[in-house]
């Protein structure tokens, strides 16, 4: 009966790679997410350039090669790595790092290829402090299906990696060798959250959009967490609260969320009664951390 009941679980499972515009378009309807297109943001004019990477076999075998080449880059643009810096994490090679559950599809499976976060964590504390991710293709995958038909997975991605990390996640999907980068990040619309896509965004403006989102809208901390209070946020951290307050009240219309708040009643503020009650619910609605729901309940 157990076996039944995981394959099926299995065969309701959608990975980002397959995902569907349709699904796409119904998943962002349902969190009420539009995708605005902007214009590449404007390269600064300086001495460096972004040498192009050559890839000689598989994405599988060569993505150490490109993680490699890509922070030597991303150096000469000012991206700081090291001991209270930053660190590139390679992930390719974990299917499910950002798989999550949603009231909407069901459970979602995927990865990416790198992830940029503070410097010195641990690899299963990675994706709660993830600052940037890239999602690599090969010229080779770009020739036959241009970089663009890969763009759903990349969507996918960024809600997956703002969906478990505490630090508002920028997601770059590149051959690395051709001046057709696209970038996905959050923002704030007229007080709505929405995805911002950059597309045809040069090698040089894409390390400098890198850059410019680590000291702007990150931080280099092991043991950051988003504040309780409101006082002197950066705008990434607003943009991160409503991100989270929204995605806790996507699972507020069921009849579940009724019975979660009589258990509440019962509880006294600050037991650890009330504390288990608050993470096996959210756990059991797939959010892997319930640290930060205290904001909200």
Known sequence: MKEHADEEKESNTIAFSTVSKNTIRSYLAFIKMAILVEDPPNAVENNVSFEPFQ????????????????????????VLFGR???????????????????????????????????????????????????????????????????????????????????????????????????????????????????????????????????QQNCFPIRSYRLPDSNEGLKESEIIMKAWKKARVTDITTSLEWEHFQEMLEDAPIGSKERAMIIRDHFRHHGFPESRYLNMFL
């Open 55 to 78: 890839w000689l076999d598989t994405e599988e075998i060569d993505t150490p090669r490109a993680i490699s080449h890509l922070e030597q880059e991303l150096k000469k643009f000012g």
């Open 84 to 214: 209270n810096n930053y660190k590139m994490y390679d992930v390719h090679k974990i299917d499910t790092l950002l798989s999550f559950q949603d009231e909407k599809s069901g459970s979602l499976s995927g990865g990416t290829d790198l992830i940029i976060a503070p410097y010195g964590i641990a690899m299963e504390s990675v994706i709660n402090l993830s600052c940037v991710a890239f999602e690599f293709k090969t010229n080779v995958a770009v020739d036959q299906k241009e970089l663009e038909s890969f763009y759903y997975e990349a969507v996918m991605e960024l809600i997956a990696t703002n969906y478990h990390s505490d630090q508002m996640t920028l997601v770059v999907l590149t051959d690395l060798c051709t001046n057709n980068c696209i970038l996905l990040t959050l923002t704030m619309e007229s007080d709505k959250l929405a995805i911002l896509k950059y597309s045809d965004v040069t090698l040089n403006q894409m390390a400098i959009f890198v850059h410019s989102h680590l």
